[in-house]
């Protein structure tokens, strides 16, 4: 059973910057895929980034590449999502997921564990 607990979203102008963070425990951390995704109101969950076990594969959504980047750091079980130059349309609720395989997956029916979420909010 694992557990997934997210932190570091808020509210912050257009162009700002916000880490989050993402701690896992209840399983072998670098042995699953990691991701990221985000749900806006009245629209449906996007997958925004996503990282296999060992770190080494990436995934990006377009909407966010070169702004946003996703690391691991296993020996922490924690994984992170460094968002720059946000925009009012990142603003969502931004939920990290861990995937039933080592390696990377952007569907989300390959991810069996979700944290409870945490609130971006960028204003104009």
């Known amino acids: 059973q694992a557990q997934l607990v997210e932190s570091g979203g808020g509210l912050v102008q257009a162009g700002g910057s916000l880490r989050l963070s993402c701690a896992a425990s209840?399983?072998?951390?670098?042995?699953?895929?990691m991701g990221w995704f985000r749900q806006a109101p009245g629209k449906e969950r996007e997958t925004v980034a996503a990282i296999s076990g060992h770190g080494l594969s990436t995934y990006y959504a377009d909407s966010v590449k070169g702004r946003f980047t996703i690391s691991r750091d296993n020996a922490k079980n924690t994984v992170y999502l460094q968002m720059n130059s946000l925009k009012p349309e990142d603003t969502a609720v931004y939920y990290c997921?861990?995937?039933?395989?080592?390696?990377?997956?952007?569907?989300?029916?390959?991810?069996?564990?979700w944290g409870q979420g945490t609130q971006v909010t960028v204003s104009s």
């Open positions: 997921a861990q995937a039933t395989t080592v390696a990377i997956t952007t569907m989300g029916a390959k991810y069996d564990y």
């Open positions: 209840g399983r072998t951390f670098s042995a699953y895929a």
